[in-house]
């Protein structure tokens, strides 16, 4: 769904993958509604578009990055 506008639920949150097109690239922006209605902007990789991410993302807790880096994938394993 590159370049897509995406909404879905996951385990009740609203969750949605808003595209940015800057000229140069399209990044992905992610962002998260809990059960309590706090909206978030998960700090994400803008060059994941995987609703995957967005999942684990919530199961870990909401984590903030480690490093200077937005998480990956593979921090979220």
């Known amino acids: 769904m590159f ?3 995406q909404q ?3 385990n009740g949150h609203q ?4 595209p940015d097109d800057d000229g140069d690239c399209i ?3 992610h962002f ?3 059960p309590d209605g706090k909206e978030l902007l998960a700090d ?3 060059y994941d578009w995987s609703r995957e991410v967005v999942e684990r993302w919530i199961d870990a807790g909401y984590p903030a ?3 200077s880096f937005p998480l990956r994938i593979e921090d979220l394993v």
Not at 15 to 18: G, K
């Open 3 to 5: 370049g897509m506008f």
């Open 8 to 10: 879905w639920n996951y």
């Open 15 to 18: 969750c949605r993958i808003e």
């Open 27 to 29: 990044k992905a922006w």
């Open 32 to 34: 998260v509604i809990t």
């Open 44 to 46: 994400i990789t803008p």
């Open 65 to 67: 990055r480690y490093s």
